[in-house]
């Protein structure tokens, strides 16, 4: 069965770095998109970035970009967020998101999430 | 940048059809998509391509898009579908964007 599985949450202060990671198994990593969806405690869902299924082409939500960058190794069947520059306003569970086939943008496998709490 | 906007709470008695609505400007040229999340969960997908359902999901749950709303109607309300919904589509201006998230509460 199709699973993601996010790492690499915690505790950091800000101004400091840390990278999540997200483990897939069950389906053929290489032919789909993932995403990173973000929710801040008791607030909504936030996208953050897309990588392409070949990993050549990577998109940013403007609160990220220049300071988040989405990876993938297709070998590892993982997907990285490497994040910098850690503001408090990135408190966030992060989840990472198998985008479907079918027409649209649309989630249909998403991992069970990795807190991450930006704090002195 | 593209916004969609949802009511902040509905209520439903159970038994009775919930209606959840997302607008955003020409929404209907869009691709909408719905995801259903409960507390300390992950979200669902609900609905996509405006109305499809994924397997799985029980057929009282349905959707539509026009003009600039798009909307899931949960017939036949149950106690478990009290949860938190989004909507969420995709823009060129802002890439994927979620609605705020509407909270149902059936009683």
């Known amino acids: 069965q199709v699973q993601l599985v996010e790492s690499g949450g915690g505790v950091v202060q800000p101004g400091r770095s840390l990278r999540l990671s997200c483990a897939a198994s069950?389906?053929?990593?290489?032919?789909?998109?993932i995403h990173w969806v973000r929710q801040a405690p008791g607030k909504g869902l936030e996208w953050v970035a897309v990588?392409?299924?070949?990993?050549?082409?990577?998109y940013y939500a403007d609160s990220v970009k220049g300071r988040f960058t989405i990876s993938r190794d297709k070998p590892k069947n993982t997907l990285y967020l490497q994040m910098n520059s850690l503001r408090a306003e990135d408190t966030a569970v992060y989840y990472c998101?198998?985008?479907?086939?079918?027409?649209?943008?649309?989630?249909?496998?998403w991992g069970q999430g990795t807190l991450v709490t930006v704090s002195s | 940048s593209y916004e969609l906007t949802q009511p902040p709470s509905v209520s439903v008695s159970p038994g009775q059809t919930a209606s959840i609505t997302c607008s955003g400007d020409?929404?209907?040229?869009?691709?909408v998509c719905w995801y259903q999340q409960n507390p300390g969960q992950s979200p669902v997908l609900v609905i996509y391509?405006?109305?499809k359902r994924p397997s799985g999901i029980p057929e009282r749950f349905s959707g539509s898009n026009s003009g600039n709303t798009a909307t899931l109607t949960i017939s036949g309300t149950q106690a478990m579908d009290e949860a938190d919904y989004y909507c969420q589509a995709w823009d060129s201006s802002t890439e994927v964007v979620f609605g705020g998230g509407t909270k149902l509460t059936v009683l």
């Open positions: 990588i392409s299924d070949d990993g050549s082409n990577e």
């Open positions: 998101a198998r985008e479907g086939l079918d027409s649209g943008t649309y989630f249909d496998y």
């Open positions: 391509q405006d109305s």
């Open positions: 020409n929404l209907g040229d869009k691709y």
């Open positions: 069950g389906f053929i990593f290489r032919t789909y998109v």
